[in-house]
T-cell receptor
Framework: KAGVTQTPRYLIKTRGQQVTLSCSPI?????VSWYQQTPGQGLQFLFE???????NKGNFPGRFSGRQFSNSRSEMNVSTLELGDSALYLC???????????FGPGTRLTVL | SQQGEEDPQALSIQEGENATMNCSYK?????LQWYRQNSGRGLVHLIL?????REKHSGRLRVTLDTSKKSSSLLITASRAADTASYFC?????????FGAGTRLFVKA
């Protein structure tokens, strides 16, 4: 079974731009979570989607949004990028009826 | 704020020694999990222990959970250089998983 894939792996943007990151979960997994990881704040929960519905949301501003498609693939979008948005963005797919998360390799976003 | 807090923040040991990391959390949980992360890559799930379990083993890993103290420990026995990584505990309630700040383990060959 293929693992979680995230695209792109690396991204460089400038302040004020917007960015869309993509995550394809493991086949059969319907739940996807997103996390932001920075040296200062560690791993912070962004949101979780299940069957195209946002089930939970972390404490991030409205510039951070996401969605999930009928094939369980998920995207997250960050608008009006700030320098502090530079981070590793991790996506995880969750096996149903478990809490075990399978993480992708992440997208490293650098905002200049 | 993070639910799980690991200690120590960093640990350096010799190959062959045991490594123990601790995690404390604040609220009721369904389960507690430990993950490993190598060099800023994605996390790898190591082990999950449910709130009604006290101890669990997986290979060289041993996890304990004390719900009365809201704490857990991860023991890695006979450590190897390849165990060098950051280790995170994560607690889950119904929908949300919250990660601690992590312990950075360095195993010297």
């Amino acid at each position: 079974k293929a693992g979680v894939t995230q695209t792109p792996r690396y991204l460089i943007k400038t302040r004020g731009q917007q960015v869309t990151l993509s995550c394809s979960p493991i086949s059969g997994h319907r739940s996807v979570s997103w996390y932001q990881q920075t040296p200062g704040q560690g791993l912070q929960f962004l949101f979780e989607y299940f069957s195209e519905t946002q089930r939970n949301k972390g404490n991030f501003p409205g510039r951070f949004s996401g969605r999930q498609f009928s094939n369980s693939r998920s995207e997250m979008n960050v608008s009006t990028l700030e320098l502090g948005d530079s981070a590793l963005y991790l996506c995880a797919s969750i096996k149903e009826n478990t809490d075990t998360q399978y993480f992708g390799p992440g997208t490293r976003l650098t905002v200049l | 704020s993070q639910q799980g807090e690991e200690d120590p923040q960093a640990l350096s040991i010799q190959e062959g020694e045991n490594a123990t990391m601790n995690c404390s959390y604040k609220t009721s949980i369904n389960n507690l999990q430990w993950y490993r992360q190598n060099s800023g890559r994605g996390l790898v799930h190591l082990i999950l222990i449910r709130s009604n379990e006290r101890e669990k083993h997986s290979g060289r890993l041993r996890v304990t959970l004390d719900t009365s103290k809201k704490s857990s420990s991860l023991l890695i026995t006979a450590s190897r250089a390849a165990d060098t990584a950051s280790y995170f505990c994560a607690t889950s309630d119904r929908f949300k998983t919250i990660f601690g700040a992590g312990t950075r383990l360095f195993v010297k060959a």
